[in-house]
């Protein structure tokens, strides 16, 4: 293998501190990325990248009254990445030494098969955003810390209520130091804590056993943790277990759907976001894949996908492709605007990436994924929509969702929720799945109200075996017609 | 590593984190590698390589408990320091009087039936040939119909070994190979692009199907075309073997220790009780040759045993780990399945088919979930509707809604078509007056 001239003159290269100290952190400096750039890019790729990665985090449980176990997790290493038109090399190497690096980078240069000239490109350093701020870093904060939090949710919850049987309490944080480079000459890095709550509740009333759960996420450091927080999680836990003591099913079929302000934002996410995702765009195996440009929705329709909330969980830096984080508007009054793209896509398309390139972990290779996906308020009340509704259902708490990308069903199973009679919220329902059919339910919200609010539970989106933080949030709005689970009489 | 190193450096971890005050240890190490290929438009798409390895160690000090993992296993010095934290803020915790390793009785100790779920020849084999498989998959598909919009074929592969020992006397190490092929199609029908996806898997290279993956994974994109929902209503409703998982796994979930204990299970007390139709036997087989499940110990040590869970719809045994055990003061008896076995019915799917006069015949679960602590269920799926015996349209967005309990109870067939690709050896399941949303 020859290397290019450029290598002997790279201890020139003018980097920051910020920069120097991800360098640091993984032992490497800017000769080796571009010695290994170089071998990714020896067998004609058009771009290779590298991905480096060192992920912290710890899991703190309660079970049976006591904070009596704790968990932790180490990942580390470097993803490497050759691109040739539409086709992906990939490999990593859980070690960042020179010759591991290399081997890798040599099995995903393989991708492409000529023997290529590459000259390396001047460095140049993309400075991340700014959008997690945060005083305390978790890798800071000690274990006994932590604890006392955890356990007074335990405590709250069982002097709330004295149906309660069992509590199960989880503080969960992750820190992951991020170091990016690639043939372009592009160097970056990020910073990312994430944090979650979850509390989950069981009631026995009269021998009724019921449970729901409750949690928050947020890109926040130990300062997020407050009595405050734990008095409104504990709070939360219960309401939300105690509606479903007298919860019933509605009756099967189709039926209007009214979806509460905030999680209902599951709503965009199964029915829209996913096929709006450009990989199956591209291939035409999206019900969207001939819709750009086109009227999808009523005009009060605009629906976002976002990379730049404020500590928001689905936020990103930079994405996992060194591009810029965007706030992207997929549907714009009413008219399909932008897929949702990763670099092999935008490419495709001959437009910039939207920043939605994200991975799971240096161990596998960017997709075009969701950040936070929301839609903006609408022209109607909430009162207004309930009362236009005969018999459906409201919805407001949820736990999954799915779609089928090509023929366009999906699905996200309600929690609790009620019925809806006359105009007015009855009897609470619980445990059933919706199902619809994206393009429809997208022209079927024919309300929308004033009350938008982003949903910070703990929501993990899973795409091709790879799993990323997101977020959604919606206003409260009516979906026409949808085919709620429910009994037949 | 090979396997005497990695048994080398577990024993290394634990001894070093039992001189540093932690009272019972348990340590693992594995490596893994893997690859894919994916075809798409007659070139490969995406080529992927993976190895990797890692150390868990779970600790008890001071009757706390706690669990750590870094796949930062090769520098001692760094491996020092993490077990030095992790036993630092395992002080921390709440005592925890449960926590205990296994009772050394019940530890695999060595021997046993030969499972043959490692392929020797792993590394042997031409990536060429792999290559070639794969070209092959996605040829039995390109031009054959005018519909189709997008192929996707792909090879993967991987092996796994690893070693587990205890501060308490366990040893064991295992390995494991796999390899699979898969083909996914997108066809035109209408505004909607159904998709369907086929593969087939094996512990041995020389075993595995090549053969009619694109072909079926093509027949089957085909045959969806038109789907749409018909009116909601009771039916009788067939699941076919590869996804009657779905339903069989929150079955399995109540009989878990932490689900009984947690309050989160719809068969508390309810052992030697009948909980399911006559139909239901299932036997949990941990010997069967190159079967998905099989191993001769669990993730705690314990040697694993052929039971029966449930025998004509009586309920005869939970999964009880030592944890759990513990709490409910019950004997542990390894927390987790192997192979769930059924005992066949008379009829393959078509004559399940054949007996049904109007129903549903689902082929693919679209998510929806079940309560754990009440059994109540709605999921969404799509399939066929099944009039007089016979295959009439296919059928998309529904969901089924219920509870496990009348569901199993409803069990009115076992088919004979099982699904030997999973640790869930499912054949075809018929149910009675299932109720179904649609229209």
């Known amino acids: ?489 | 590593m090979t396997k005497e190193e990695k048994y080398t450096h577990a024993k290394w971890a634990m001894n070093y984190a039992l001189g540093k005050g932690s009272q019972e240890v348990k340590v693992s190490i594995f490596d893994s590698t893997s690859s894919r290929v994916e075809v798409r438009e007659e070139k490969i798409e995406k080529l992927e390589q993976a190895n990797q390895n890692g150390l868990s160690i779970r600790l008890l000090v001071d009757n706390k408990f706690s669990s750590h993992s870094t796949n930062r296993l090769a520098n001692k010095k760094e491996l020092e320091r993490f077990i030095n934290e992790a036993i630092a803020g395992t002080k921390f915790l709440s005592e925890d009087e449960y926590r205990k390793l296994p009772d050394p009785e019940l530890y695999y100790k060595g021997g046993g039936e030969e499972l043959k779920t490692y392929d020797a020849g792993f590394r042997e084999i031409d990536p060429q040939s792999k290559i070639d498989m794969v070209f092959a998959v996605e040829k039995e598909v390109v031009g054959k119909d005018e519909r189709i919009i997008s192929v996707t074929a792909s090879y993967f592969d991987g092996m796994s070994s690893q070693v587990m020992v205890t501060s308490n006397g366990f040893e064991g190490d295992s390995e494991n190979t796999y390899y699979g092929l898969n083909a996914s199609v997108s066809v035109k029908g209408g505004d909607a692009r159904p998709q369907a996806n086929w593969g087939e898997s094996s512990l041995f290279y020389e075993n595995l199907k090549t053969e009619s993956v694109g072909k079926t994974a093509l027949d089957r994109a085909l045959k969806k075309i038109g789907q749409g929902k018909i009116e909601s209503g009771k039916m009788t409703m067939i699941v076919e073997n590869r996804t009657a998982g779905q339903l069989l796994s929150p079955l399995i979930s109540a009989l878990y220790g932490s689900a009984i204990q947690q309050k989160n299970s719809f068969l508390i007390d309810k052992l030697g009780q009948k909980v399911a139709s006559e139909k239901l036997t299932i036997i949990d087989d941990p010997f069967i040759v190159s079967g998905r499940g099989s191993t001769l110990f669990d993730s705690e040590g314990l040697a694993t045993k052929k039971r029966m869970v449930f025998d004509k719809g009586v309920l005869r045994e939970y999964y009880i780990d030592t944890y759990y055990g513990r709490k409910l003061n019950m004997e542990p008896n390894s927390g987790s399945t192997t192979n769930l076995v059924f005992e066949s019915g008379d009829k393959d799917l078509e004559g399940l088919i054949a007996s049904v006069e109007r129903g549903i015949l689902v082929t693919g679960f679209n998510g929806g979930n079940s309560n754990g602590s009440t059994g109540d269920f709605s999921f969404g799926i799509d399939g066929f509707l099944i009039g007089k015996g016979r295959i009439v349209r296919p059928v998309s967005e529904m969901n089924i809604t219920g509870n496990m309990k009348q569901l199993w109870m409803d069990l009115a067939e076992v088919g004979t078509d099982v699904y030997e690709a999973s640790s869930r050896r499912t054949p075809s399941l018929l149910f009675n007056n299932v109720d179904f949303s649609g229209i």
């Open chain 1, 1 to 489: 293998m020859v290397l290019p001239p450029i290598m002997q003159s790279c201890s020139n290269i003018q980097i920051s501190d910020d920069v120097k100290s991800y360098l640091d952190h993984f032992e490497v400096n800017a000769s080796m990325l571009q010695k290994v750039i170089a071998t990714a890019m020896s067998k004609g790729g058009d771009y290779a990248d590298l991905f480096f990665e060192h992920n912290i985090s710890n899991s703190l449980g309660l079970e049976d009254g006591k904070v009596n176990r704790a968990y932790s997790n180490i990942d580390y290493g470097v993803g490497i990445r050759v691109l040739k038109g539409d086709q992906t090399g990939f490999a990593y190497s859980e070690s960042v030494a020179i010759n591991d690096m290399i081997n890798a980078a040599r099995m995903a240069a393989s991708i492409a098969n000529n023997a290529g000239d590459f000259d390396s490109k001047e460095t140049t350093e993309k400075i991340p955003a700014d959008y997690y701020r945060i005083s305390r870093k978790w890798e800071d904060v000690s274990v006994g810390e932590k604890v006392p939090y955890v356990q007074k949710i335990n405590d709250n919850v069982f002097r709330l209520d004295e149906k309660v049987v069992k509590v199960n309490v989880s503080l969960n944080d992750e820190t992951a130091y991020v170091l990016f480079y690639n043939s372009e000459g592009r160097l970056s890095y990020d910073y990312r804590p994430l944090v979650s709550f979850q509390v989950g509740c069981t009631m026995n009333r009269d021998g009724q056993i019921e449970n729901s759960y409750t949690g928050r996420s947020f890109r926040k450091g130990f300062e997020w943790v407050t009595d405050e927080l734990t008095d409104e999680l504990a709070r939360e836990a219960i309401d939300r277990t105690n509606i479903l003591f007298d919860a019933t099913k509605p009756r099967a079929g189709e039926m209007p759907v009214v979806m509460g302000a905030g999680g209902s934002g599951i709503l965009l996410h199964e029915a829209i976001g996913h096929t709006f995702e450009a990989d199956f765009n591209r291939k035409g195996t999206s019900i969207f894949s001939d819709k750009m440009g086109k009227k999808v929705a009523e005009n009060f329709v605009n629906i976002i996908d976002d990379g730049t909330l404020l500590n928001n969980r689905g936020s990103i830096n930079i994405d996992d492709e060194g591009n810029e984080v965007r706030k992207t508007y997929l549907v714009k009054d009413g008219i399909l605007n932008s897929y949702i793209h990763d670099r092999i896509s935008s490419n495709h398309y001959g437009i910039e990436s939207t920043g939605n390139g994200r991975r799971q972990s240096f161990r596998y290779v960017p997709l075009p994924r969701m950040r936070s996906t929301y839609m903006e308020v609408g022209p109607h009340t909430r009162e207004e929509i309930i009362e236009n509704v005969n018999y459906g259902v409201y919805v407001d708490t949820f736990s999954n969702g799915q779609v089928q990308i090509g023929a366009g069903d999906f699905t996200f199973f309600v929690k609790s929720g009620y019925l809806i009679e006359n105009g007015k919220l009855t009897q609470p329902i619980k445990d059933i799945n919706i199902i619809g059919n994206g393009p429809r339910a997208l022209a079927d919200i024919t309300m929308a109200a004033s009350d938008y609010l982003i949903d910070n539970s703990t929501w993990m989106c899973g795409k091709g075996g790879q799993s990323v933080p997101v977020t959604c949030g919606l206003p409260t709005v009516l979906v026409k017609k949808l085919t709620v689970g429910g009994m037949n009489s």
